[in-house]
């Protein structure tokens, strides 16, 4: 927990310190520029007044444009008054200055937000203040200082907030003074205890696993950052901006970066909720049995939440799907498990934030030489040491989350569903490095070549779509290695600080240019041993006997009918299976390519990584378990698709190739047929494979006991027979 947040704070403020160096004023930008002309003529000038030999004296007359000739130590001051005489005063270097105040804004600006969190929410809702003892009927206030008590929490005060319907709680507060809120609908739920009880438990779950001090401050730091976006958003178009274009552009990718940071939150967000779930459910020592009638309760009350809400969730909300939470309820391990967008967001925010640094590393190194912390002949294009710290959290985070989701699938006795797990990850990592390696806004650092020649694969091949690939892979695989290894051997708690330190040194093999030298090749030995060695751990291990973890039954919110059959026969489906068909085979042809061929631009990797994830995506609604599974799906897939031709047009655009509106719109065309051709092609797959299923509405939905199986819903052969899966269901 604690290292996924600093990461979040690592990428905050590598972005911070990005925006100020290149927000300079024009008066600065004219000075620097005038001095930067004046003074080669100059000192050129007053090495002629210098006693010289004749031929260097010629030599000087005839090539102006060369470089001045240094200056002998013992001519210095001479040559400093010159300067000052004949040239204008350059501007005082006041980079420091700016990354100062630019740290600070964020610094101070996030502690300020942080500190004024409660009393925001409290204004901002009209809150009540709840006291005990007070006489109110039914005493809520009594009720949740009861709890918390015995939970073990300290909470100061407790709020109803009258505007407030619903059967909800809320923590809320920040250090040492933490808060629940009440919603006014809580009174109802007084009346059955067992259901009061798990609600306010779940919010002290948050506040004793310090959640809320996580949160608070990793989300009142954003804020801080957004602020500090938008005052560099309006100094680049006021004009005062010395290079108010490029500034402008930065914050896009910024602010680009700032929403990936908010869903990587969210996502994060959604983990915790499983955990403060788990703690709602926990059993006292004296009172074993009262952990069962919670876990019951709790699956009540998330039955009576899927009648108003929908089952399926969205990836990045702060909540996660009901499904996914009664899953958890009966399997607590899936409440660690690291999912493939908790991945592809991971790598991402982490090689776009390295773009930004890097591309800045040359601004940063010269202030460092300014301030006496760095040498001359230390100086080079690009300072990579400067990736690793975003590198080793990324890494914390990836190594921990991997051994959890090994936990989760069955551990070591679970091969199969195990290697569909990783390679998900894999594929999601794989998504992430891509786009944050196609990212890079800065002047300086454009090309990415200095980045291809420091990651680990370079010496192996120059392909960028082959060598992140291969980074995706072979780091998921070790990790996963690693872990179930661990898994084997070690306890919970001591395994997941051993997957995050293992997880570090796999990312800082990454960029071996980063390390201090001499000491790459000892960090890839001990990486590639370390892996080799658990793999035969693993391979000896995997045969033991014991006991399997049991499935995760989930009940889907829908049945599985026929509702998504296509509405075309004949001609007109075979139309669309040959369009789909088609576009299946050239993304095929494209990911051939990628892995041989490094794309000129990063829109072209944009563009083809896009298409390949549509048609993976659509072959995965295809094979959706029931009608949501599929929409859900199916809407990612015509995301990629739409993504993929924006950036297409963009590249053509950049090369002329689109003169005017009309070939954008032929091209805009082609895509949305693409994707009416793949709808109809995919549904008539998913109907094919539930051609025996049956349309019925289902059942109400009912809590289940930890131990129940899914039931067959008829004989063999007949309508109704097939056994129900989820996504959030393991074997």
Same mark, same amino acid.
Request: proline share 7%; net charge positive; aromatic share 8%.
């Given at each position: 927990?604690?290292?996924r947040?600093?990461?979040?704070c690592v990428?905050?403020?590598?972005?911070a310190?990005t925006i100020?160096f290149?927000?300079?004023t024009?008066q600065e930008?004219d000075?620097?520029?005038?001095y930067?002309m004046?003074w080669?003529?100059a000192v050129?000038?007053?090495? $002629?007044? %210098?006693?010289?030999?004749?031929v260097k +004296?010629e030599?000087l007359l005839?090539?102006?444009v060369?470089?001045?000739q240094?200056?002998?130590?013992k001519d210095g001051p001479?040559?400093?008054?010159?300067?000052?005489?004949?040239?204008p005063k350059?501007?005082v270097p006041?980079?420091v200055?700016?990354?100062?105040l630019? =740290?600070g804004?964020?610094?101070v600006? !996030?502690?300020?937000?942080?500190?004024?969190s409660?009393?925001?929410?409290?204004?901002?809702h009209?809150l009540?203040?709840?006291?005990?003892?007070s006489?109110?009927?039914?005493?809520l206030?009594?009720?949740?200082f009861?709890?918390a008590?015995d939970?073990?929490?300290?909470v100061h005060?407790?709020w109803?907030n009258?505007?407030?319907?619903?059967s909800?709680?809320v923590a809320?507060g920040h250090?040492?003074?933490r808060?629940i809120?009440?919603a006014?609908g809580m009174?109802?739920?007084?009346d059955d205890?067992?259901?009061?009880e798990?609600?306010?438990?779940?919010? $002290?779950?948050?506040i004793?696993h310090r959640d809320l001090d996580t949160?608070?401050?990793v989300?009142a730091?954003w804020?801080?950052?957004i602020?500090?976006l938008?005052?560099?958003f309006?100094f680049?178009?006021?004009?005062?901006?010395?290079?108010?274009?490029y500034?402008l552009?930065l914050?896009f990718?910024?602010?680009? #970066?700032a929403?990936?940071?908010?869903?990587?939150r969210?996502?994060?967000?959604?983990?915790?909720?499983l955990h403060?779930?788990a703690?709602?459910?926990?059993?006292?020592a004296p %009172?074993?049995?009262r952990?069962e009638?919670r876990?019951r309760?709790?699956?009540?009350f998330?039955?009576?939440l899927?009648s108003?809400r929908?089952?399926?969730? =969205?990836?990045?909300?702060t909540h996660?799907a009901?499904?996914?939470?009664?899953?958890?309820?009966?399997h607590?391990?899936l409440a660690?498990?690291?999912?493939?967008?908790?991945a592809a $967001?991971?790598g991402?925010?982490?090689?776009?934030?390295?773009? #930004?640094?890097?591309?800045?590393?040359?601004?940063i190194m010269l202030? !460092?030489l300014r301030l006496? #912390?760095?040498?001359?002949d230390?100086l080079?294009?690009?300072?990579?040491w400067l990736?690793?710290?975003?590198?080793?959290?990324a890494g914390a985070?990836?190594?921990?989350?991997?051994?959890?989701?090994?936990?989760?699938?069955g551990?070591a006795?679970?091969?199969?569903?195990?290697m569909?797990g990783l390679? $998900? #990850?894999?594929?999601?990592?794989?998504?992430?490095?891509?786009?944050?390696?196609?990212?890079?806004?800065s002047q300086t650092?454009?090309d990415r070549s200095?980045?291809l020649?420091?990651?680990?694969?370079?010496?192996v091949?120059?392909? =960028?779509g082959?060598g992140?690939?291969?980074?995706?892979?072979?780091?998921?695989?070790?990790?996963?290695?690693?872990?179930l290894?661990?898994?084997?051997v070690c306890g919970p708690?001591v395994?997941s600080?051993?997957a995050?330190?293992y !997880?570090?040194l796999?990312t *800082?093999?990454w960029?071996?240019?980063a390390l201090?030298?001499?000491?790459?090749l000892y960090?890839?030995?001990?990486?590639?041993g370390?892996?080799?060695?658990?793999?035969v751990?693993w391979?000896?291990s995997?045969h033991?006997?014991g006991n399997?973890?049991a499935p995760v039954p %989930?009940?889907p919110?829908e049945?599985?009918t026929?509702?998504?059959?296509?509405?075309?026969t004949g001609?007109r489906?075979l139309?669309a299976h040959?369009?789909t068909a088609?576009?299946? *085979?050239g993304?095929?042809l494209v990911?051939?390519?990628?892995?041989?061929e490094?794309?000129?631009?990063p829109l072209?990797?944009?563009?083809?990584?896009?298409?390949?994830?549509?048609?993976?995506?659509?072959?995965?609604?295809a094979?959706?378990?029931?009608d949501?599974?599929f929409?859900?799906?199916?809407?990612y897939?015509v995301?990629?698709?739409?993504?993929?031709t924006?950036t297409?047009l =963009?590249?053509?655009s950049?090369d002329?190739a689109l003169?005017?509106v009309?070939p954008g719109?032929l091209?805009?065309?082609v895509?949305? !047929?693409v *994707?009416?051709?793949g709808r109809?092609s995919?549904?008539?797959?998913y109907?094919?494979?539930h051609?025996?299923s049956?349309g019925?509405?289902?059942p109400a939905a009912a809590?289940?006991d930890a131990?129940?199986?899914?039931?067959?819903a008829?004989p063999?052969?007949?309508p109704?027979h097939?056994?129900? +899966?989820?996504?959030?269901?393991?074997?």
């Open positions: 927990m604690f290292v947040a600093l990461l979040f990428a905050l403020v590598a972005a310190a100020a290149p927000a300079t024009s930008d000075a620097s520029n005038a930067s004046c080669p003529g050129r000038q007053f090495q $002629l007044t %210098l006693p010289m030999l004749p +004296r030599i005839q090539a102006p060369w470089p001045p240094p200056v002998a130590e001479a040559l400093k008054r010159y300067l000052e005489e004949h040239c350059p501007p006041r980079g200055l700016r990354v100062g630019a =740290l804004i964020l610094g600006g !996030g502690f300020v937000l942080y500190w004024l409660p009393y925001w929410q409290v204004l901002r009209g009540l203040r709840l006291r005990p003892g006489g109110d009927q039914p005493d206030a009594d009720a949740v009861r709890l008590n939970a073990g929490v300290t005060g407790v109803l009258p505007d407030d319907y619903a909800n709680a809320f250090w040492r003074r808060h809120e009440l006014s009174a109802k739920r007084f205890p067992g259901t009061f798990v609600i306010v438990r779940h919010e $002290l779950g948050h004793r949160t608070q401050g989300t730091l804020r801080a950052f602020v500090l938008a005052v560099a309006c680049a178009v006021s004009g005062d901006a010395g290079d108010g274009t500034l552009r914050s990718y910024l602010a680009l #970066l929403c990936l940071l908010y869903a990587a969210n996502v994060f967000l959604q983990s915790r909720e403060a779930d703690f709602a459910v926990r059993g006292d %009172l074993g049995g952990g009638e876990r309760s709790l699956d009540t998330f039955v009576d899927a108003g929908d089952g399926n969730g =969205l990836p990045f909300g996660p009901l499904q996914r939470r009664r899953a958890a309820l009966r607590p391990a660690g498990e690291l999912r493939p967008w908790e $967001l991971t991402c925010v982490a090689l776009l934030a390295v773009n #930004l640094l890097l591309g800045d590393s040359f601004d202030t !460092g006496g #912390l760095l040498e001359a230390t080079r294009p690009v300072y990579t990736a690793l710290p975003l590198l080793l959290p985070v990836l190594g921990s989350g991997i051994r959890h989701t090994v936990a989760a699938y551990g006795r679970e091969g199969r569903a195990v569909r390679t $998900l #990850l894999a594929l999601g990592l794989y998504a992430g490095l891509c786009a944050g390696c196609a990212l890079h806004p650092y454009g200095v980045q020649r420091s990651m680990w694969w370079s010496p091949t120059d392909s =960028l082959l992140l690939a291969l980074t995706a892979a072979l780091s998921v695989l070790a990790l996963a290695l690693f872990a290894a661990c898994d084997a708690r395994a600080w051993w995050g330190a !997880g570090v796999v *800082a093999a960029f071996p240019t201090p030298g001499g000491s790459t960090v890839r030995g001990v990486v590639i370390v892996a080799l060695f658990c793999g751990l391979a000896l995997r033991r006997t399997t973890p %989930l009940v919110w049945p599985v026929r509702t998504e059959a296509p509405s075309v001609l489906l139309l040959a369009v088609a576009a299946a *085979a993304a095929f990911a051939a390519r990628l892995l041989v490094t794309p000129d631009t072209v990797l944009v563009t083809a990584s896009c298409l390949v994830c549509y048609v993976a995506v659509l072959v995965g609604a094979a959706a378990p029931h949501a599974e929409r859900r799906r199916f809407r897939a995301v990629c698709l739409a993504v993929s924006g297409a =963009l590249k053509a950049e002329g003169p005017g009309e719109l091209l805009g065309a895509a949305a !047929g *994707a009416l051709a109809i995919a549904s008539a797959i109907t094919f494979r051609r025996h049956t019925t509405a289902p809590p289940s131990t129940a199986q899914p039931h067959s008829g063999r052969g007949k109704g097939r056994r129900q +899966r989820t996504p959030g269901q393991h074997r």
